[in-house]
Antibody, heavy 122, light 107 residues
Framework: QIQLVQSGGGGVQPGGSLRVSCAAS????????MHWVRQAPGKGLEWVAF????????SYADSVKGRFTISRDNSNNTVFLQMNSLRPEDTGVYYC???????????????WGQGTLVTVSS | EIVLTQSPGTLSLSPGERATLSCTAS???????FAWYQQKPGQSPRLLIH???SRATGIPDRFSGSGSGTDFTLTISRLEPEDFALYYC?????????FGQGTKVEF
């Protein structure tokens, strides 16, 4: 069955950096785009970043552009989110999520990771 | 970006009743590129509907989606105990993809 297992995250001071990872299994990882979506405490969902199935295209929410970098390692079925210059408003649960359609940039999500809490506080 | 507004904020119903959730977009959502998700406390969201009206794999047929343009609806024909949760709409017609603020269906 399809699984997305996240790791990383934790607490960091404002201005610091963190990396979260998402290991995929149960599907042909190199054929699907991957996303990061976050949820501030008690709030709704916010799309953060996307990477195309082959890594050739990346896109970001304006709120994280220039600070966050999405990447993937298709040989190890893993997607990453490197977060730099973190701000308190970046606090929340970060989910990796799989694009539903094979080799198409669809921007909706049929499987989600379990979520990783990132806390930015002094 | 397209702003999605969900109504009502909270829907208080009983098992067996029909639930109708609405989502209105600030701009036309082209191509029916619209989805609905369910989220329970402490869990990740689950895809229910995509393409405005297509049920995702394994979703019971009591869930149905409809709508086009700027107005979309999720209907749960007869509420089961496990359906009491938070529901989000999402458009993926134009970047960035955006979500509504959520509707809580409570007993």
């Amino acid at each position: 069955q399809i699984q997305l297992v996240q790791s990383g995250g934790g607490g960091v001071q404002p201005g610091g950096s963190l990396r979260v990872s998402c290991a995929a299994s149960g599907f042909s990882f190199s054929d699907f785009g991957m996303h990061w979506v976050r949820q501030a405490p008690g709030k709704g969902l916010e799309w953060v970043a996307f990477i195309r199935f082959d890594g050739s295209h990346k896109s970001y929410a304006d709120s994280v552009k220039g600070r966050f970098t999405i990447s993937r390692d298709n040989s190890n079925n893993t997607v990453f989110l490197q977060m730099n210059s973190l701000r308190p408003e970046d606090t929340g649960v970060y989910y990796c999520a799989k694009d539903k359609e094979r080799r198409q940039d669809e921007y909706f999500f049929d499987y989600w990771g379990q979520g990783t809490l990132v806390t930015v506080s002094s | 970006e397209i702003v999605l507004t969900q109504s009502p904020g909270t829907l208080s119903l009983s098992p067996g009743e029909r639930a109708t959730l609405s989502c209105t977009a600030s701009l036309t959502v082209r191509g029916g590129y619209f989805a609905w998700y369910q989220q329970k406390p402490g869990q990740s969201p689950r895809l229910l509907i995509h393409g405005a009206s297509s049920r995702a794999t394994g979703i019971p047929d009591r869930f149905s989606g409809s709508g086009s343009g700027t107005d979309f609806t999720l209907t749960i024909s007869r509420l089961e105990p496990e359906d009491f949760a938070l529901y989000y709409c999402q458009q993926y017609s134009r970047s960035p993809p955006t979500f509504g603020q959520g509707t809580k269906v409570e007993f």
